[in-house]
């Protein structure tokens, strides 16, 4: 099955500097990647998300890339600020031989931007 | 945006009884609903995958009999933990999916704090 690693696992960034977050997949039939924020005590919401036929998408502050080649994708927030401070989870859609198509997650990042 | 209501958001109970916790997509139609279960500072772990009008489809390792999914329409699905122990309590999340299943996001709801005593 598909196999997703996060990193950092914490990161921790001044007011206005950018955050970069990485993750890689081992599933190369992989084809949808999104990015997800949870913040304390809440459910994960969706931020952004990239299928596999672009390389990169942006909305506003935040951008997401993807290498199909190398098989990794990164969350990139420019102008942090502290609002973003979050957790952050990064999932790849894949074959799961169990449910069908299923998201795998990586093990989050918790962010902190601090002022 | 799509919207995914779960409810209650906590719950606390005494061990041995059950819980049943609700799942609702608010403005589309969910023909596949997603619950994980996340401990603290972990990521999400899937549970099992339910399908509308018929039976949920559970992760190995994963109870059946302890954790009763039911997804009997296109806009609720509900987990009942069957007879529970302290070691159940965790955070349990919904998602959902609409009918398009190779397009759609998945959705989340805001999750359910269940504490056994």
């Known amino acids: 099955g598909e196999n997703v690693e996060q990193h950092p696992s914490t990161l921790s960034v001044q007011e206005g500097d950018s955050a970069v977050i990485k993750c890689t997949y081992s599933?190369?039939?992989?084809?949808?990647f999104p990015w997800y924020k949870q913040e304390l005590g809440k459910g994960p919401q969706l931020i952004i998300d990239?299928?596999?036929?672009?390389g990169e998408k942006k909305d506003q502050r935040i951008a997401v890339t993807l290498n199909k080649t190398a098989k990794h994708f990164s969350l990139h927030i420019t102008e942090t600020q502290p609002e973003d401070s979050a957790v952050y989870f990064c999932?790849?859609?894949?074959?799961?031989?169990?449910?069908?198509?299923?998201?795998?997650f990586g093990k989050g990042t918790s962010l902190l931007v601090t002022p | 945006g799509a919207v995914v209501s779960q409810h209650p958001s906590r719950v606390i109970c005494k061990s041995g009884t059950s819980v049943k916790i609700e799942c609702r997509s608010l403005?589309?139609?969910?023909?596949?609903m997603f619950w994980y279960r996340q401990f603290p500072k972990q990521s999400l772990m899937l549970m099992a995958t339910?399908?509308?009008?018929?039976?949920?489809?559970?992760e190995q390792g994963v109870e059946k009999d302890k954790f009763l999914i039911n997804h009997a329409s296109l806009t609720l699905s509900t987990l009942t933990v069957t007879s529970a122990h302290p070691e159940d309590s965790s955070f349990y999340i919904c998602?959902?999916?609409?009918?398009?299943?190779?397009?759609?996001?998945?959705?989340f709801g805001n999750g359910t704090r269940l504490t056994v005593t």
């Open positions: 999932a790849a859609k894949g074959w799961n031989s169990n449910s069908g198509y299923a998201l795998n």
């Open positions: 990239i299928r596999s036929n672009v």
């Open positions: 998602s959902a999916r609409g009918a398009l299943l190779s397009e759609s996001p998945l959705h």
């Open positions: 339910s399908n509308e009008g018929s039976k949920a489809t559970y």
């Open positions: 403005d589309f139609q969910a023909t596949t």
């Open positions: 599933d190369s039939a992989s084809n949808y």
